[in-house]
């Protein structure tokens, strides 16, 4: 969601492109309701357990 | 006949005549095909996997491990899960040629190649004896049962339902917990895969609420049937538990033979699965006549059928003396119960007249017939006696049914009492009651399913109704976990597959310590039955082997499906043609009525070429289209192209973030051709964008892509600026566009419009709002072939309508409509990229389009794009290639090599990515891409295709192989 400046470095780029968090527990996730309403959505999920903490539409 | 004279829940008014193995039997209406059999005295019902021994059925419930058949076209269908009606027909599996001679058997004799871990061991070496020797032979000795090969036919369906409970399983437990729940409003799916419900109420011995409690259980479900709130779901496994309270079953349909799968969301699951009888590991405990002392019982009960005239009751549970007295009262012999416990309960003896033996075991069994059972009994003193009998009945203790329990990752936890794992901690939308949980006898059971439900009511803010537990008349129990009697025959394990006691051992002296290894290692518990009967036992003897206790070895994992599930039944009707939408575009109808062959273009249908009388190879009508277009005029059918409406004030803004070249400053009736790259620099699709209006662009994606580019403009508004003031819709749909190409399209469209359409008003990439045919459209003057051309969109409605007025319009200049092949031999003439370039590993450098890359704006892929790698001159970029000989073919995959060369990767330069017949080149041409290919510019390199077993010489050349200068785009 933090997608950097032009004028960032390469490595922040990188960083933003193809590197990922995994932690476990809760984590926030960007799900897409492909066969609903097309809406990104902004998803706090805990990885350990599976639940879902809160769910937000990504443009408020 | 082994029938009873009376009782039983069968229906003797309704007789059922079926096949097994080509002979004809009689069973009743109520009967399984197992229990037909047995009451037919057929005791033989399958070979095993590995060693091809003689089996019996082990079991009456789903957990049958021996009892397997083929009925129609369905191999592996348990005969103990199978409703007896008339005319089933079945056969035995896994033996040749008969059941009773089987030839395989002698691979008992061969046992120690087939010790643990054969298949890692001795189908090893040599590696080219594989796929000739190996694979073959095991293939056809192993493998249980054999797929038909045809079409599968049945009646698949799907349903989706919600409940407040959905309870799991209709014995004791569940049906109070259903009955609970349902006097108290909530709305309640009881779903239980046997075809009568009642669980093990329909073969216990006992009274509830002063009746026989399968007439209580019976009650009862009459009681819930009645009511609106409840739906009763007999043969029907809930086979899997799924996040947020999702549940699967599958419903068997006896009606068409077919299944339904069931997705349930439940506020809360009750899983009320029972318990299962475990056997005990002793030598020959795999005989025919070996069986669960609760099967016994449930065969006698339940279907009034008789599984042997003298029995040998082994058994370390109060239950297994219960079975034996009604082995017993069916008028079976005892021959002898056997309780490797030094002291029991004097009550269990009351009323057995048969020798009884404290503190002893059965070591090992021999067999001459599937009739005959000659145990070899260790007594308490250490003496040996031989028992004669041709039923040995075995009951081990009870294993909790906790696999559903599990699915989401639960792990079990070890219960002292019961010695077996009962479900931990489970997800917050599930419990569960009863025996699952350990529970032992019918009125702690009761009460359990009862509670739970209550306490589930009141989580879920509904009242519970106060009900009464019924008085029941069985009396306490108790048990000492015996897994295992060492010795040395063969002791199985799992039956199903085949595995020893020794196997096991064996593996954990190889080193195979964790539970899930030593699992894979044997294949203990992974054959169709999940090693219902075995898990618990191999994992005894594993802890005694590893010196650890049950707990600490831990259990192996459960996942879904917790039965076997047809792939069918998860497919339901989206088969075949129902696999997915068939999309078709505007003109297909009239496209089928002028000979057009059609593609599969993504879901779409799409004319590939139009056959013309006299006209008997493809070449011949790609050629003519083709052709027609360079020399005269030709139309097809591009609505297939995504086609996004874009608006706002910042629509010009927004295009600037997913394209790599500029949009704002397009002018009002102009289009562009754009090209998107994703975040990492790579190209992602690209096409042609118009502004039509001072705030409304209408973009255009590629037919593959236009979905996921959909998404991707979703996410980059929503996620990234999602303060830009932009609305966009896919309207693909809506528009028949198409494309009017060639020299004399202007005087075709002329004919269409009475907008002025000259070169001055509008010019090349020139897009206008216009009349067409009297109904609003638009016309973009965009050409893909490289020839003066036009796309033409009028609303899909009027699409076939436009195809009629352009042949019309068209005749005197012998216009002729042109598919998607004569398409792809116009673009790669003319050197536009396509799908088999934009790949996903091209950058806009390797397309030769660098240098549209804005240097004054951000945009998706524009600081990744702008890595020195990606617009390296090394890398393989867009070339034309040509052969060398006119009549020479080559197609797309080949690679290139230098002429002189090994083919081999180190000297592979590139592929070949699109290739055609070129009519107007009269030769094979060629996109492709060439590593560094300035300096390969016009040498002839070799394009190898070993998949076509094909070499051919092609010259590198620009991919602009027509008017390069662009002239008759402009004319």
Redesign the interface.
């Known amino acids: 969601?933090s997608?950097?400046e032009?004028k960032?470095s390469?490595d922040a780029?990188?960083n933003?492109?193809?590197l990922r968090d995994n932690p476990m527990g809760p984590h926030e996730e960007?799900w897409?309701h492909?066969f609903g309403c097309?809406?990104?959505l902004v998803v706090t999920r805990n990885t350990k357990t599976?639940e879902?903490l809160s769910v937000k539409?990504?443009?408020? | 006949m082994s029938r009873l004279p009376t009782g039983g829940l069968i229906d003797r008014g309704k007789t059922c005549r079926f096949r097994f193995d080509g002979k004809t039997y009689q069973g009743y209406h109520g009967d399984t095909l197992a229990s037909a059999l047995l009451a037919n005295d057929v005791r033989l019902v399958g070979r095993s996997f590995k060693y091809h021994r003689p089996r019996g059925l082990f079991t009456a419930d789903s957990s049958e491990p021996n009892g397997l058949a083929q009925i129609g076209d369905d191999p592996n269908v348990k005969m103990t899960t199978v409703e007896l009606h008339d005319g089933l027909n079945a056969q035995s599996q896994n033996r040749w040629p008969s059941l009773k001679y089987d030839a395989l058997a002698v691979n008992g004799l061969l046992g120690p190649i087939f010790s643990t871990g054969f298949y890692y061991k001795t189908f090893m070496w040599p590696a080219s004896f594989w796929e000739k020797v190996y694979e073959p032979l095991i293939r056809r000795a192993a493998g249980l049962g054999r797929l038909s090969g045809k079409t599968d036919e049945r009646a698949y369906a799907r349903h989706f339902a919600q409940c407040d409970l959905l309870v799991v399983g209709a014995g004791p437990a569940g049906l109070m917990a259903a009955l609970t729940a349902a006097r108290s409003g909530a709305k309640v799916i009881l779903a239980d895969e046997d075809f009568r419900l009642g669980g093990s109420l329909l073969s216990q011995n006992i009274e509830i609420d002063d009746r026989p409690a399968s007439q209580w259980a019976e009650h009862i479900t009459d009681e819930l049937a009645s009511m609106s709130n409840v739906t009763l779901l007999p043969r029907t496994a809930v086979f899997g538990v799924y996040d947020g309270g999702i549940f699967g079953a599958l419903e068997k349909q006896p009606q068409t033979d077919g299944y339904r799968v069931w997705t349930i969301t439940a506020r809360h699951g009750v899983l009320a699965t029972g318990a299962q009888e475990r056997g005990i590991v002793f030598g020959g405990n795999d005989r025919p006549g070996v069986m669960l002392a609760s099967a016994a019982r449930t065969y006698i009960r339940r279907y009034a059928a008789v599984p042997g005239q003298k029995a040998l009751v082994f058994t370390s549970t109060d239950d297994g003396w219960a079975s034996a007295r009604e082995l017993q009262n069916a008028g079976v012999e005892i021959a002898a119960v056997i309780d490797p416990r030094t002291a029991v309960s004097p009550d269990l003896q009351l009323g057995l007249d048969a020798p009884i033996h404290l503190g002893a075991t059965v070591e090992n069994t021999k067999s001459k017939s599937a009739h005959k059972i000659l145990a070899r009994m260790r007594a308490a003193d250490g003496g040996v006696q031989m028992v004669p009998c041709d039923t040995l009945a075995v009951s081990g203790g009870w294993a909790p049914n906790i696999g559903l329990a599990c699915h989401l990752g639960s792990r079990p936890i070890w219960h002292d009492e019961i010695h077996g794992f009962v479900p931990g901690d489970l997800p917050k939308f599930l419990s569960a009651a009863g025996s699952a949980t350990g529970a032992l006898t019918t009125s702690t059971v009761l009460q359990a399913g009862a509670d739970t439900a209550r306490q589930i009511l009141e989580a879920l803010g509904i009242t519970p109704k106060a009900i009464d537990i019924p008085p029941t008349s069985q009396a306490a129990h108790s048990l000492a976990p015996v897994w295992q009697v060492k010795g040395k025959a063969k002791a199985f394990v799992d039956m199903q597959h085949d595995v020893t006691a020794s196997d096991v051992r064996q593996a954990n002296r190889e080193g195979f310590q964790a539970v899930e290894h030593v699992k894979r290692y044997t294949t203990l518990g992974m054959a169709t039955d999940q090693g219902r009967n075995s898990n618990l036992n191999g994992l005894a003897i594993l802890a005694d082997a590893r010196k650890v206790s049950m707990a600490d070895a831990g259990l192996t994992s459960y996942r879904p499906p917790y039965v076997p599930v047809p792939i069918g039944a998860f497919a339901g009707e989206h088969r075949a043609g129902k696999f997915r939408p068939t999309r078709y575009t505007p003109s297909h109808d009239w496209a089928a009525a002028r000979g057009a062959v059609f593609v599969d273009a993504g879901q779409w249908k799409r004319a590939q070429y139009f056959v013309k009388p006299g006209e008997t190879h493809w070449r011949q009508s790609v050629d003519r289209e083709a052709l027609s277009v360079r020399t005269s005029v030709g139309f097809c059918d591009v609505s297939t192209l995504g086609k996004i409406d874009v608006f706002g004030p910042d629509a010009g803004v927004f295009l600037e973030k997913l394209y790599i070249n500029g949009w704002q400053k397009l002018a009002v009736g102009k289009a562009r051709y754009g090209l998107m790259l994703r975040e990492d620099g790579f190209v992602m699709d690209d096409g042609t964008t118009s502004r039509l209006r001072d705030d409304f662009y209408m973009m255009t994606t590629t037919t593959a892509q236009a979905g996921r580019v959909f998404q991707h403009m979703k996410y980059v508004h929503q996620c990234l600026w999602p303060d830009l003031d932009v609305h966009f819709v896919s309207v693909t749909d809506q528009w028949a566009q198409l494309a009017l190409a060639g020299p004399k399209s202007r005087d075709v469209l002329r004919q269409l419009t009475s907008a002025d359409v000259s070169n001055e008003a509008l010019p090349y990439m020139g897009a206008i709002e216009a009349d067409i045919l009297g109904v609003p459209g638009r016309i973009y003057r965009l050409s893909f072939s490289g020839e003066l051309a036009y796309e033409v969109a009028v609303p899909t409605r009027y699409g076939e309508a436009l195809c009629n007025a352009i042949m019309d319009a068209g005749a005197t200049y012998d216009i002729c409509p042109y598919g998607t092949e004569a398409l792809s031999v116009l673009r790669i003439e003319k050197g536009h990229a396509a799908g088999p370039e934009l790949n996903g590993q091209t950058s806009a450098f390797d397309l030769g389009l660098g240098r549209m890359m804005s240097k004054k704006k951000d945009f998706i892929g524009r600081k990744m794009g702008e890595r020195a790698h990606l617009n390296n001159p090394s890398r393989p970029t867009l070339v034309g290639l040509k052969a060398k000989s006119p009549q020479a073919l080559f197609q797309s995959g080949a690679h290139l090599m230098p002429q002189r060369a090994d083919t081999n990767a180190a000297n592979d330069l590139g592929h070949v990515s699109s290739a055609a017949y070129s009519p107007n080149l009269q030769c094979h041409i060629a996109l492709g891409l060439v590593e560094d290919a300035e300096n390969h510019m016009g040498e002839t390199l070799r394009a190898v295709d070993l998949v076509r077993d094909r070499e051919t010489l092609v010259e590198v050349v620009s991919p602009h192989f027509i008017d390069p200068e662009g002239e008759r785009l402009r004319v």
């Open positions: 969601m997608r950097p032009l960032a390469q780029w990188a933003y492109v193809y960007l897409y492909g097309g809406a990104w599976h879902v539409a990504a443009k408020p």
